[in-house]
């Protein structure tokens, strides 16, 4: 009969749906309801979304924070990333300096709404230059707000940020820490004390995409006048009728995903390691990226020198091998690695960079078949 089913290994771009997700939307596709009517069916509509709230802030572990739904993290990154986002409280009303990573993803980089922001560099770890993030908050003026922009995982590479130290010299610097979630939530738990406002993406951690949010603490955060305006949903802050199959889909998806981190997070770094092992024995000269620095326990970045990044997924596709190379965010286009340029690594090994990302419904024998096609790699 026809070829094995697909060993996929791409969570990094999106994760397969998990079973709670599908059953939860499937269960609310029976029941019809605008959020807005004030009948029975709105209000069913409406209570579905303010659970799936609830649960999400539960889950994340932030229960006093405040969620916007939106269509996905990019949408929460351009409603965080403007100069009117700023301290609460203060009357001076937002940022006045935005200083965000190298290594952001390009919905961050490319989003921002300010006329220019600092690039504060990364070691050839993956990791933030500690010393250059000090120097740019040195160089600030006193009356400075700044908006500190660091992603807590990085997509490609899976290296990790200190999130608690940046959050503090921030704080001490007068800024707030706004952090890109989106590969750590439903991964790892959500540090504690948390950013003061992060994004996630439903798509990321087993719920539909097209679904997003943002969390933020109305404390410390001021969001000013909301970007896309109209009906007054989402307390007047992100008009238009929610996307309730979504979010109901997004509130079961991170329910389930962290519960399961405890026992996720060890297999599926168990299976990463097993592949980066095999990798070195069947390649000597394999290179993994961040393999230095605190990684998500997913996810693997390799090159073989020497070898294109295209030809290994052409190669490895016929193998029924699912994985990417580099960002696969708007793909079809493979172009140099912002991501693996900004850790100082040579263009010609970047142009070889393969990401491996593993998570919830991969196996063991997922990882084998990975394994075995590695070894046929010419
Ligand atoms: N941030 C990171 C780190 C991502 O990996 C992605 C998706 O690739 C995004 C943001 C954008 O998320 P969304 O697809 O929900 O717009």
């Known amino acids: 009969m026809g070829r ?9 771009a999106t994760s397969p749906l998990r079973t709670s997700a599908r059953a939860a939307m499937l269960a609310a596709l029976e029941v019809d309801g605008n959020p807005s009517s004030i009948h029975s069916f709105g209000r ?26 939106t269509s996905g ?6 409603i965080l990333l403007r100069p009117q986002v700023g301290p609460a409280g203060k009357g001076a009303g ?3 300096h ?17 006329p220019n922001a600092t690039t504060l560099p990364v070691a050839t770890s993956g990791r933030i230059d500690e010393a250059a993030f000090e120097a740019a908050l040195q160089g600030l003026p006193d009356d400075a707000r700044p908006l500190v922009c660091v992603h807590g995982a990085n997509n490609e590479t899976g290296v990790l940020q200190p999130l608690a130290e940046i959050r503090q010299r921030t704080h001490e610097a007068g800024g707030l820490l706004v952090c890109d979630l989106v590969q750590w ?10 950013p003061d406002a992060f994004v996630v ?3 990321k951690l087993g719920g539909p995409s097209g679904v997003g949010a943002l969390v933020y603490d109305p404390q410390r955060v001021d969001l000013g006048e909301a970007l896309i305006r109209g009906g007054g949903q989402e307390r007047g802050a992100r008009a238009g009728t929610e996307n309730r199959i979504g979010i109901v889909g997004f509130g079961a998806a ?20 097993h592949f980066e092992a095999a990798l070195a024995e069947q390649h000597p000269e394999a290179r993994v990226f961040g393999a230095e620095a605190e990684r998500l326990p997913n996810t693997s970045c390799v090159a073989l020198p020497g070898k294109t990044a295209s030809t290994m997924l052409m190669q490895l596709d016929l193998d029924g091998i699912a994985i990417s190379s580099g960002a696969a965010c708007s793909s079809g286009k493979v172009t140099a690695s912002h991501v693996l340029s900004a850790m100082g690594v040579a263009p010609e090994l970047a142009a070889g960079a393969l990401r491996i990302s593993f998570g919830w419904a991969s196996t063991d024998e997922d990882c084998d078949r990975l394994v075995a096609a590695f070894a046929r790699l010419a």
Do not use: Q
Request: no cysteine; charged share 15%.
């Open 44 to 69: 069913g509509a409406r209570r579905s979304i303010a659970d799936a709230r609830t649960a999400i802030l539960t889950a994340l572990g932030v229960p006093s924070y405040r969620l916007i739904f």
């Open 94 to 96: 937002g940022s006045s």
């Open 73 to 78: 993290a990019t949408e929460a990154l351009s």
């Open 185 to 194: 939530a439903g991964r790892l738990l959500i540090p504690n004390p948390a």
């Open 98 to 114: 935005l200083l965000m990573l190298a290594t952001e993803h390009v919905a961050a980089l490319g989003g921002h709404g300010f």
């Open 4 to 12: 094995k089913p697909a060993v996929y290994a791409d969570y990094n």
């Open 201 to 203: 993406s439903a798509h």
């Open 254 to 273: 991170v329910s389930e995903a962290t519960a399961m981190i405890a026992a996720e997070a060890p297999r599926v770094r168990a299976l990463r390691d």
